[in-house]
């Protein structure tokens, strides 16, 4: 298993632009699919973005396609989330994790979760 650490959130104007980082501690980083999810006020954390462990694949959901970019770096145990044209929706606490993947299909997440890190996209 893998324990993962976030930063890199901040407050951001709507339009802007950020990039998360996610750190995770554990020998077996490389061999495991990794994603982002978020958790808004009052609502269930929801799926992001997810790659595979060598990075050839990539899946978004749909209100963040375009705009979101995961990325990974094994050398360095970590997985990075590049945000563009922020909107006040994308306000919320971002984690990531490891997830299941089988038959080039993203499944469920494999905890442990991290603390996350805060995003706020406001004026």
């Known amino acids: 298993q893998v324990q993962p650490v976030e930063s890199g959130g901040r407050l951001v104007q709507p339009g802007g632009s950020l990039r998360l980082s996610c750190v995770a501690s554990g020998r077996a980083f490389s061999r495991y699919a990794m994603a982002w999810y978020r958790q808004a006020p009052g609502q269930e954390r929801s799926f992001v973005a997810a790659i595979d462990w060598n990075s050839v694949r990539t899946y978004y959901a749909d209100h963040v396609k375009g705009r979101f970019i995961i990325t990974r770096e094994n050398t360095k145990n970590t997985v990075y989330l590049q945000m563009n044209n922020l909107k006040a929706e994308d306000t919320a606490i971002y984690f990531c994790?490891?997830?299941?993947?089988?038959?080039?299909?993203?499944?469920?997440?494999?905890?442990?979760w991290g603390q996350g890190t805060q995003v706020t996209v406001s004026s």
């Open positions: 994790t490891a997830v299941e993947y089988t038959d080039y299909i993203f499944g469920e997440p494999r905890p442990p």
